[in-house]
C-alpha cells in the first residue's frame, strides 16, 4: 500500500494523538502517503480528508483528547453512508485505514473490510472493554486521572466523617472502578459484571468496619451498573447514620496528559498497524496483551469476551475492609 488514512472515533481517549503521531509518521518514514481523516468515519463519508506529513503531528503526543476529532456517525451505519465513505476512498486512492477507536469503531472497520477496504484498529478507550486486549489506549491515564480526583474527594470526606459514593465511566464495563476502587481503597466497588447486593455490600460492610472505628468511607459505583445514586447516597445515609455525599466524575475523566504507558503503548501500536497495511495485511485489529503488541483477524476480535479478573475483585473485598 502507498496510500493510507487514519481516523479517531467514538469516545476520545488520551494516548489517541500517540498514536495517530506514530501511525503517520512511521507512514512517512516507509515512503507512503497519509490522510488525517476528520471527525472519524463522519470525515470518511465527507472526504474530510488532510495530508499529513512528519510535521503535522509535533507537538501532539503529550495531549489529551484527538487532534483529529472525533465521532459517533449514525450515517456511517447505513449502507448509503458507507458506500460513500468507500467512493471517498476510492477517489482519494486510499488503500487502507487505520481505525483508532472502542468496539463500535472496529465494528465499522470490519463493515468496511468486507467491502474491500482493508482497515486496521487500534483499541482506543478508557473503559478497556475491548475483548482481545488486556489493555487499551487511555486506560491508564484515566485510572490516574480518577484515583487523584477521589484522593481529593476523600481529603474532605475525612475531615467530615463522610461516606463519599463515587460514580465512575465505564459504559458497560467495571474495570475502571475496580481497579481505581483498589487504588483508591474505596470500601465497596459495584461493578456490573459482578451481581451485587447493595445491603450486604455496601451496609454491611460499612457497618463491619465500623465497629472497628472506622468513620469515613469510598464507595466506587461503575456507571454501568445504572444505580440511581441520589437513592443510595440517601439510603446509605438512612442505614449507617453516616452523612452522604455522592459525586459523577464525568467527562474530567476523559481529558488530561497522557501517562507514560499509554504514550508508549498507543506509539507501539500505531507503529504496529502501519507495518501492517505496509505489507498489505488488512482486516486485523492490533491488541495489546501482556505488554506484547499482538494483532487478531478483526471478525475474531469482535467475537471474543472478556471476563473481569475475579482474583482481582477478591483481593479488593479482602483488603479494603
Ligand atoms: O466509551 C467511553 C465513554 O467515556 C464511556 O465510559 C461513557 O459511557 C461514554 O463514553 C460517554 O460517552 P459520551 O461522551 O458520548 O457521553
Known sequence: MKTIAVLTSGGDAPGMNAAVRAVVRTACENGMKVYGVIRGYNGLINGDFVEMDLRSVSDIINRGGTILYSARSAEFATEEGMQKAIDQC???GIEGVVVIGGDGSFRGARDLSERGIPCVGVPGTIDN???????TIGYDTCLNTIMDMVDRIRDTSESHDRCSIVEVMGRRAGYLALNAGIA????SILIPEVPFDIEKHVIERMK????TDKKHFIIIVAEGCG???????KEIQEKTGVES??????HVQRGGYATVKDRVMATRMGNYAVKLLMNNIG???VAAQKEEVVDYDIFEALNMTKSIDMDLYNVAHEVSI
Open 283 to 285: 482486516n486485523r485489529v
Open 208 to 211: 463491619k468496619t465500623q465497629k
Open 245 to 250: 455525599r455522592y459525586t459523577i466524575l464525568g
Open 184 to 187: 483508591c481503597g474505596a470500601t
Open 129 to 135: 472493554d475491548i475483548a482481545c486486549c488486556d489493555y
Open 227 to 233: 444505580i440511581d445514586l441520589e437513592k443510595l447516597t
Open 90 to 92: 476510492h477517489k482519494w
